[in-house]
């Protein structure tokens, strides 16, 4: 079972370079999310979406972008990176409804580094 | 709005002994409640939810919670660690916002270290 996919693992980027980190989920879940995680921050919402073509912000959205065409497919676009966008990137899954209590599957993380 | 406190970035018990990670949450409606295991260079898994009914919820690798509404805490526990349990643990609540989406915010973690 692949579950939520993220690519790429691990990754350098220069200062003022863009890239996009990949997701794809294969559970069909309607919900997607993409956290950040610092030490001892815990996990920030970046962006999520609650079905395709649908998605909003989330804590610390400033610096990136997102878009859901498919109910597959979650990218996470980096524009302009920085030094403070340098951290682990998680996206996750869940399907959604009343009473279901919205379980999150995560991917395994993306570590990204801004020098 | 809802929140999470973890109280203690760090919990460090001797194999064999009592696991108690405490977590306090905040809500004005009735949450779903969640704890999450993180073993390193990996992501999150699920070690057990409370949705509603029975307040003591049993999960995985012998944990186990319980949700208190009077003290808005849901505290996790194991009678005896295992050197395996070495890990980051995350407290997560979740309620129905504006429009029915359920969107989680988690605390902050605590490492918990297991001595031998």
């Known amino acids: 079972n692949a579950g939520v996919t993220q690519t790429p693992k691990f990754r350098i980027l220069k200062i003022g370079q863009s890239m996009t980190l990949q997701c794809t989920q294969d559970?069909?879940?309607?919900?997607m999310y993409w956290y950040r995680q610092d030490p001892g921050m815990g996990l920030k919402l970046i962006y999520y979406?609650?079905?395709?073509?649908?998605?909003d912000k989330g804590e610390v959205p400033n610096g990136y972008n997102v878009s859901r065409s498919t109910t597959e497919d979650f990218p996470l676009r980096l524009e302009l990176a920085a030094p403070s966008q340098t951290s682990v990137y998680f996206c996750?899954?869940?399907?959604?409804?009343?009473?279901?209590?919205?379980?999150?599957?995560f991917g395994e993380g993306s570590w990204l580094t801004v020098v | 709005a809802q929140s999470v406190t973890q109280l203690g970035s760090h919990v460090s018990v001797s194999e064999g002994a009592l696991v108690l990670l405490r977590c306090n949450y905040s809500?004005?409606?009735?949450?779903?409640l969640f704890w999450y295991v993180q073993y390193p260079n990996q992501g999150l898994q699920l070690l057990l939810k409370?949705?509603?009914?029975?307040?003591l919820v049993k999960g995985i690798n012998g944990f186990e919670a319980e949700f208190k509404k009077s003290e808005t805490s849901f505290h996790l526990t194991k009678p005896s660690a295992h050197m395996s349990d070495a890990a980051e643990y995350f407290c997560?609540?979740?309620?129905?916002?504006?429009?029915?989406?359920?969107?989680?915010?988690f605390g902050r973690g605590t490492s918990l270290i297991v001595h031998p």
């Open positions: 409370y949705t509603t009914g029975a307040t």
């Open positions: 559970m069909n879940h309607n919900y």
């Open positions: 809500s004005s409606v009735p949450p779903y």
């Open positions: 997560a609540v979740s309620v129905v916002r504006a429009g029915g989406s359920y969107i989680p915010t």
């Open positions: 979406s609650v079905g395709a073509g649908i998605t």
């Open positions: 996750a899954s869940s399907y959604s409804r009343e009473g279901s209590g919205n379980t999150i599957y």
